[in-house]
């Protein structure tokens, strides 16, 4: 599985956004498979025994996963003044 996070600031408040995508081990996108995009919880991330369980089950079929990262959660910088949102 290959793992790359890149991440991009926001146009209207310079927050970042982070996504950890992970790839099937031949190393690539297999467009006739599914994109798995996966939302953890509150304070989580992609080392959520829940997101590694969905992430190797979905790279085991061949599928492509993205994990959403939240502004200021697993090294994603926090640049605004609130520090939370609902």
């Known amino acids: 599985t290959v793992l790359r996070r890149p991440l ?3 146009k209207d408040d310079d927050e970042a ?4 995508l ?8 297999n467009n ?15 080392t959520e025994p829940y997101v590694l369980d969905l992430v190797r089950r979905a790279s ?3 599928c492509t ?4 990262v939240n502004r200021g959660l ?4 926090l640049r605004g003044e ?4 609902a």
């Open 17 to 20: 956004v982070a996504l950890d």
């Open 65 to 68: 996963s993205a994990v959403l």
């Open 74 to 77: 697993m090294k994603t910088p």
């Open 82 to 85: 609130e520090s939370f949102t």
């Open 8 to 10: 991009k600031s926001t």
């Open 32 to 46: 006739n498979k599914p994109v798995f995009l996966i939302l953890h919880g509150l304070n989580g991330g992609s």
């Open 22 to 29: 992970l790839f099937p081990s031949s190393g690539g996108h």
């Open 60 to 62: 085991k079929e061949g």
